[in-house]
């Protein structure tokens, strides 16, 4: 694993699974091994069981999913890594590393998913959490106490793009205790435009249902690990719980992975031209966009102009979810968020006239010309 991290991203994006040791066949794409269990040769062979290198039942280990969560792992910098079925049960996975009355810090404007399962965890598992508003640095500090076990952030923020320092809270939380664990969304960004283990973050996890798998056509997750002490940990629970990645999907993202580099040039070039168009608009009050990556945020001046845009567009779709070759359109307000209180929704800016914009790889002019005549009078 280590040898190739020399190469770019590029190049270790492209040869994901070529080269690994997994077919006798030498194949350039990496097979779909279907099978649910592995044959010993004898007893001697379970004694000496190496679940790094050998297979014994595809719940703890199989090929095609080994090959995807080493890619993931030289993507991300860590030493170990887990394919899930969702970006929840990523997001699942790492929380079984805490426990009843442990605490955590999480960002005020994350994905509404990890909001709900938050509280949940509140309410079914007394696990405390704090939010801290992503700007005061000297709260987040203030924020943490001996109970404290993690920093849960998304950078940028969903759906308001605000930018965290990834560097500036690693410093912090670390200062404080040096077992805190940093854990960061990277969904939006994907190890292309940001590799937060490189800024001192402890755990990645990424909703590859989005920009990693690329296609609108799968759900998966993925959590990589730093330290090979956490890895192992995770590596007990993922077995334990069971919320594995299968075969096929394995194999999907694998392939869509080669081009992920191409497709967040794209996406950013793409979200580049929509967004100054779109602030040319005199029914658009304000564009959000970090400056990378495929994700605008806007704010139109009433309920009606959403609902005209939503019935009106020709090529952007009014679906959920973002990261794919298809433009999409979404309300936080009444989708993504919608189980937020409103009070704290509104305090943070997502409000009934926000609209979130998963830009594709359409021709971005095709894309501001949908925009522009749906909005217009
Ligand atoms: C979609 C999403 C998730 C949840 O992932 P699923 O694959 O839908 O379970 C988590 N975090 C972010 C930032 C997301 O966009």
């Not at 014994?56 to 991300?76: D, F, G, I, M, Q």
């Not at 170990?80 to 005020?108: K, N, P, R, Y």
């Not at 609209?355 to 909005?375: C, F, H, I, K, M």
Request: some cysteine; overall charge negative.
């Amino acid at each position: 694993m280590t040898e190739e991290k020399q190469f770019d991203i590029d190049t270790l994006l492209a040869q994901a699974g070529n080269r690994d040791n997994h077919d006798q066949n030498n194949a350039i794409s990496t097979p779909i091994y279907l099978a649910s269990n592995f044959r010993h040769r004898d007893l001697e062979d379970v004694e000496n069981f190496d679940p790094k290198k050998q297979y014994s039942y595809s719940r703890l280990a199989t090929p095609t999913r080994h090959v995807l969560e080493e890619t993931l792992a030289k993507l991300e910098n860590g030493t170990a890594a887990f394919a899930t079925s969702s970006g929840m049960a990523a997001i699942q996975l790492v929380f079984s590393l805490f426990s009843s009355g442990d605490e955590i810090v999480t960002s005020d404007d994350l994905y509404g998913g990890s909001f709900r399962y938050f509280d949940y965890l509140a309410e079914h598992y007394g696990v405390k959490f704090s939010k801290w508003n992503g700007r005061d640095y000297n709260k987040l500090a203030a924020l943490i106490t001996p109970k404290t076990k993690a920093v849960w952030l998304e950078t940028p923020s969903n759906p308001t793009m605000k930018i965290i320092d990834i560097n500036r809270v690693a410093t912090i939380a670390h200062h404080a205790n040096a077992n805190i664990l940093v854990c960061v969304d990277n969904t939006f960004l994907t190890p292309v435009y940001q590799q937060p283990i490189l800024s001192g973050a402890d755990i990645v996890v990424h909703s590859a249902t989005k920009y990693l798998s690329g296609h609108n056509d799968m759900l998966a997750g993925a959590v990589i690990a730093k330290s090979a002490e956490i890895g192992e940990t995770l590596a007990f629970n993922f077995n334990t719980t069971g919320a594995t990645l299968d075969p096929f999907d394995s194999w999907l993202l694998l392939r869509s992975l080669k081009t992920l580099s191409v497709r967040m040039t794209r996406h950013t070039a793409n979200a580049k031209y929509v967004a100054a168009s779109l602030a040319k608009l005199p029914q658009v009050q304000k564009v959000l966009y970090p400056g990378q990556g495929g994700m605008i945020s806007f704010y139109v001046q009433n309920l009606d102009q959403v609902d005209q845009l939503f019935k009106r567009l020709k090529i952007i779709s009014f679906a959920e979810s973002l990261g794919g070759v298809e433009s999409l359109l979404t309300i936080p307000a009444m989708q993504t968020h919608k189980d937020m209180a409103e009070a704290a929704r509104l305090k943070l800016g997502i409000t009934d006239e926000l609209l979130r914009l998963s830009v594709g790889l359409e021709n971005p002019a095709d894309l501001a010309a949908d925009l522009t005549q749906a909005l217009g009078d």
